[in-house]
Each structure stands twice: as structure tokens, then as C-alpha cells.
């Protein structure tokens, strides 16, 4: 692996940061009663989005799922307008339509984040089938969960990318736990990268709480994808803060468990350990770009609490065109 | 297809033809590229096809029979038709999905059921069921250029029909058309029972019985104004469809006259649709389940009767 340089390396790291502090920013509105319904946090999970996402243009697709605030942000969205859907304003993504879960934003080639586990699979596979017909290199990556994972789509959609040689990537993010449902108990095999032999595509297990690692692993699979060489299935092993969504009881697994993947794995915490020995970055650099992301999401909370919120006389716009 | 290289057919043996021949010779002269077979997928071929409209396409996809549409639904209920809402008008959805239900080929009761109903409740979606060969083309040419998701419900038993179709002729969605002016009592009937109602508006002219029939083409948007207009000139109103009576889009159209126009009914209003059991295989069975012409008829005696 060529090495990583400065900018790329701090970037990576700026981005993680971003989620995490997005994240926990979230959560406090959460607290306050001004976000509704349910949020799912990806704090914890951000080397994945992050490692990929580096490697995407904006005219590639994304499809996310219903823990998508990071993949939103790895693929560049402005945090302003996503904490403006998460309140309910006219300036959000969605103009208060979609909220936490349906946040798109088609300048990025995100096609959505997801409330269905596993729908949004083929719907990148049918990107990618869009950008083979159309000649171009555009790629598409569908995240999912390992709870994902054991849908049909998914299985489905990996047999149609293989046979088609679609430049899509797979990428199952195992956080440990489908809703409450341990991985242990959802699959047979301890490596469920192991699946892509099936369908005759390479499978990747990578560490995901290593920002590098999946950056290295998904610079291979882009570079495969773009080149007409088809997709891969990515597993990457990472672990979730919070529970499935933010008040989550979270019987079905212990504060120690948790509290070790923070001390040992924490994807923030590495990648500052790394830039530092690495010297890609100085303390000071790292404290520079954490003030720089603190100010832009109290940016985005004051541009998202500012906005207009949505209408009621709007209710019915946006089901169908004109 | 010729006028839009954007156009393209995905679904199971489409470019074989279909079981009933729909897409017969498209690939001939479009290519495997533009007409495209795929696995037995239903579920990730209708979201491969949502995937490519959302990304620029427009995909026809073909659900072999109505009856396959429990696998896609998810596809096509909570992303095709939800996409544009949930993005706040960022996506479009412009896809068609071509499906064939029906029954009378005693294939039995999953390959034969009339489940339309379901996909006009869903917003988001439109949903036309043609009954000349000349709106199967219009239609199904309008759905293609329409930017959301429409759902074109054929009728397997219509697919031995012939009929003048006019080269490039739009039927707009949304359309309802009359197919018979009459005074006496209104029928609207869909798919199939469009010609059952005609002909058993002939056998009621020889009875002095003058019956108007309506055709909606589009049961979601459906043309309130046409069958209201209708209704409150013959004063009657019979529904009737293949489909379940219960829960049917007739209760639909019912409720709608009802409160849009109860004021005009000399008669309540009467529906015509299946009994609410499986379709069967046995001809005897299957024969006694379908409803037509003599069921029309039949209910129209009895609104004249009121």
C-alpha cells in the first residue's frame, strides 16, 4: 500500500470527526425535543463510510440505510442542511419529508439513506447498471448492515452485479448487532465475506475501526469496479456506540463490551495515534481541524434552527412531478 | 424505444417475448443492452430498475404475472413511489412496471389473481389498466414518458384481442373514456370487464335498457369528473371489476359517488367482483368464480329495479 499522504491522511480524520461530532450534536438535539421519532447514531462506525467514501466522486452513487448520517457526510453533504432535515425545516434535504432516515442529496450521487434494511442494494446495483450502459467509470456503493446482509436483496443484487460485471461495491458494515439480534446468532459462519465465493466475486473482511484499512481495501475494489473488472463484497468489522437507535435499552449486550470497543477500537482514536507516529499530522493539527469541525456543526445547528419550518399548505407537494 | 434511447425492458424472458409474447421481437432490434433478461429476481430486478431510473434511465420493468408482485413490492411500494416525496422532490422515479393479471387460463390461484387494488392505495404510484389494444399502447407510451412511477396492469385474456392502433397515439393518465352513452344507468368497468359491460349493454338495449359505460383507463389518479358527470345524468351506478368485490377499487368509486353525489342516486349503487376466495384451477370452479357480461347485466336489472 502506498502510503498516505498529509492531506489525504488529515482529511480521513476530518471527516471521522465530523460524523462524530454530528452524531453527538444529534443526540443532544434529541434530548432537547427538537428531532422526533427516532435517530441511529453511526458514531463508532466512521472509519467505513469515511475509507470508502474517499475514494468516490460526487458523480458516483451511494445508497445508505437507516443508520446513514455518516455515509451522508463521507460523501459530502453539508451538515447544515442535514441537521435542517433532522429539525423539520423547509431548508433541509428533504424539506422535512424524509427526516433522519431519507436523507438524499443528488448533487452527491446520494440516492438515499433507507428505512427498509436492505433496500437500498439493488437500487446501487441498478446505479451501477446505469453507469456500464452509459460507458462511463462512475461506480455505485451500497452500504449496508449485517442485518442487511441476510436479505434477499442482498443476495439477489450480488448475483445480478456479478453476471453483469457491475461496477457496484457491496459493503456490509458488521456492527455486531442486527437491531438486537447478535451476528453470532444470524450467521453460520464467523466470516461472512466468505458469502462473495458464491457468487463469484472477490469478498474483503477488513478491519473497519482502522480508517486505512478501508480505505486500502476500497481503493482496490474502486479502482476494479471503474476498470470493468465488476464488483466485490466488503465486510467490514466495526461496532456501534450507541444502541439501534438513541435511547435503545440495550439489554442484549454489556457496558464492558461496549466501554472496550471504545478504549481498544475507537476509529478516532487509532487514526489520531497513527497520524501522530506517522508524523502526518502534530497535535496541534489535529486540535486545529477538531475547533474547525466543532465550528462548522454549530454552524449547521444555527443554519438548521434558523430555517423555515415545513409547511403544512406543503404536505401534499412532492408525491408526483408538476 | 426508437424515439427515446433511454427506454429499456428488464424483467424475466423479456427478450424471449414473455409467456404471452408482450415484448416479442423488441430485442431484434434493440439489442440485449435495451431489452435485458434477467434472473428469477423479482424483488432485485424491480430495484435494479428503480436504481437506473433514479440514475437517468427509463426502465420498463416487467412483472411476469400480477401474481410476482408480492415480491417486488417493497421496491416498488416504499422506494419507487416514495422516492420524490422522501427526498423532497430531489429524486424521480420514472419507471414503468408492466404486469398481466387476470384470470380464465385455469393457471390457478398464483398466477391468476387481479391484485391492482393494493397498488392504487399506494401515493406515489400511478396505476392504468388498459382495455383496447389502442390504450395498451397509449398508456403504456404515456407511462414511459411520465416522471413517476406507473404500474400498467394488462389482462392476459386482452392479449388475443385485435384492435386499430394509431401510430404514436398518447393516452394521457389520468383519463377516464366513455365507451358506450347511454341514459339509464352508468357502468364503470375496468380491464376485462369493459367489453363483458358493452356486451351486456347490448343485450339490455333489446330489454329498452339505455347503459352508459365508462372505462377509467386509470384507476389512480382516477377522472372523478367523468363518472360523476355520468352518475348524476343516469342517476344509477354499477361497478364492476374482476377483482375481489371487497376491497376492490370498485369500493372506490362507490364511496366516491357516494359522498360526491348521493344526492343525484335514484338507486343504490351495486358492484360487480369476484367472491372473496382464491381464484381456482378447475374449469367448473374457476368458470363459476369469474365474473362478466350476465353479472353486469344482472346488476344493472337490479339497480332499474330499485
Known amino acids: 500500500m502506498s502510503a498516505l499522504d498529509r492531506a489525504t491522511a488529515l482529511e480521513l480524520y476530518r471527516v471521522m470527526r465530523t460524523i462524530r461530532q454530528f452524531e453527538a450534536r444529534a443526540v443532544q438535539l434529541f434530548g432537547e425535543n427538537k428531532i422526533w421519532g427516532t435517530i441511529h447514531s453511526y458514531a463508532g462506525q466512521e472509519g467505513v463510510a469515511v475509507g470508502v467514501c474517499a475514494h468516490l466522486r460526487d458523480d458516483d452513487w451511494i445508497t445508505s440505510t437507516h443508520r446513514g448520517h455518516g455515509h451522508c457526510i463521507a460523501k459530502g453533504a453539508d451538515v447544515g442542511r442535514m441537521f435542517a432535515e433532522l429539525l423539520g425545516r423547509e431548508t433541509g434535504y428533504c424539506r422535512g419529508r424524509g427526516g433522519s432516515m431519507h436523507i438524499a442529496d443528488t448533487s452527491k450521487g446520494n440516492l438515499g439513506a433507507n428505512g427498509i434494511v436492505g433496500g437500498g442494494i439493488p437500487i446501487a446495483t441498478g446505479a451501477a447498471l446505469t453507469a456500464t450502459y452509459t460507458g462511463s467509470d462512475r461506480v455505485a456503493v451500497s452500504f449496508f448492515g449485517d442485518g442487511g446482509a441476510n436479505q434477499g436483496t442482498l443476495h439477489e443484487s450480488m448475483n445480478l452485479a456479478a453476471i453483469w460485471k457491475l461496477p457496484v461495491l457491496f459493503v456490509c458494515e458488521n456492527n455486531q448487532y442486527a437491531e438486537t439480534n447478535p451476528v453470532k446468532d444470524a450467521f453460520a459462519v464467523e ?56 435511547g435503545d435499552p440495550q439489554v442484549y449486550r454489556t457496558k464492558d463490551e461496549i466501554e472496550d470497543w471504545r478504549a481498544k477500537r475507537d476509529p478516532l482514536v487509532i487514526a489520531r495515534t497513527w497520524l501522530t507516529t506517522d508524523r502526518l499530522a502534530s497535535e496541534a493539527d489535529l486540535a486545529r481541524v477538531d475547533r474547525e469541525v466543532d465550528a462548522e456543526i454549530e454552524k449547521g445547528v444555527a443554519f438548521a434552527e434558523a430555517g423555515e419550518p415545513a409547511s403544512p399548505i406543503r404536505l401534499p407537494e412532492d408525491v408526483y412531478a408538476g | 424505444m426508437r424515439r427515446d434511447g433511454g427506454v429499456v425492458v428488464i424483467g424475466e424472458d423479456v427478450a424471449e417475448g ?13 439489442g440485449d443492452r435495451r431489452v435485458i433478461d ?14 437506473a431510473a433514479l440514475s437517468g434511465w427509463r426502465p420498463v420493468v ?51 389473481q387481479s391484485l391492482e387494488a393494493w397498488l392504487a392505495h399506494v401515493p406515489g404510484l ?36 385485435k384492435g386499430e392502433v394509431a401510430d404514436g397515439a398518447l393516452v394521457p393518465i389520468g383519463a377516464a373514456v366513455t365507451r358506450r352513452d347511454g341514459r339509464d344507468v352508468t357502468v364503470v368497468a375496468t380491464s376485462r370487464l369493459v367489453g363483458e359491460a358493452l356486451a351486456a349493454a347490448d343485450e339490455l338495449a333489446a330489454e329498452g335498457v339505455s347503459v352508459e359505460v365508462i372505462d377509467p383507463r386509470t384507476i389512480n389518479p382516477l377522472d372523478r369528473e367523468t363518472i360523476l358527470r ?68 344482472d346488476a344493472v336489472r337490479r339497480v332499474l329495479r330499485w
Open chain 2, 38 to 51: 434477467t434472473p428469477i429476481s423479482e424483488a432485485a430486478v424491480t430495484g435494479v430498475a428503480v436504481g
Open chain 2, 126 to 161: 400511478a396505476v392504468v389498466m388498459p382495455a383496447t389494444p389502442a390504450d395498451a399502447a397509449g398508456l403504456l407510451r404515456a407511462a414511459i414518458r411520465a416522471d413517476d412511477p406507473v404500474v400498467v396492469v394488462e389482462n392476459k385474456a386482452l392479449y388475443y384481442e
Open chain 1, 191 to 246: 466470516d461472512i465475506s466468505l458469502r462473495a465465493a458464491g457468487y463469484g466475486m472477490p469478498g474483503v473482511r477488513v478491519n473497519g475501526q482502522d480508517v486505512r484499512e478501508t480505505y486500502r481495501v476500497a481503493a482496490d475494489a474502486v479502482a476494479r469496479a471503474r476498470s470493468g473488472l465488476g464488483p466485490t463484497f466488503i465486510v467490514a468489522e466495526t461496532y456501534r456506540y450507541e444502541g439501534h437507535y438513541y
Open chain 2, 230 to 297: 355520468s352518475v348524476s345524468r343516469t342517476t344509477r351506478l354499477v361497478v364492476a371489476h374482476e377483482a375481489a368485490t371487497i376491497g376492490g377499487f370498485g369500493a372506490e368509486v362507490a364511496a366516491m359517488v357516494a359522498e360526491e353525489a348521493i344526492d343525484r342516486l335514484a338507486a343504490p349503487i351495486v358492484r360487480v367482483g369476484a367472491p372473496f376466495t382464491p381464484v381456482p384451477a378447475s374449469p367448473v370452479l374457476e368458470d363459476a368464480y369469474l365474473v362478466g357480461r350476465r353479472e353486469i347485466a
Open chain 2, 18 to 30: 414473455g409467456p404471452y409474447g408482450a415484448t416479442r421481437d423488441l430485442v431484434a432490434e434493440f
Open chain 2, 62 to 112: 416487467e412483472i411476469m404475472f400480477i401474481d410476482f408482485i408480492t415480491l417486488a413490492l417493497d421496491q416498488l411500494v416504499n422506494h419507487a413511489a416514495k422516492a420524490r416525496y422522501m427526498s423532497g422532490g430531489q429524486l424521480r422515479v420514472p419507471l414503468v412496471l408492466r404486469t398481466q393479471g387476470g384470470a380464465g387460463v385455469r393457471s390457478g390461484a398464483q398466477h391468476s
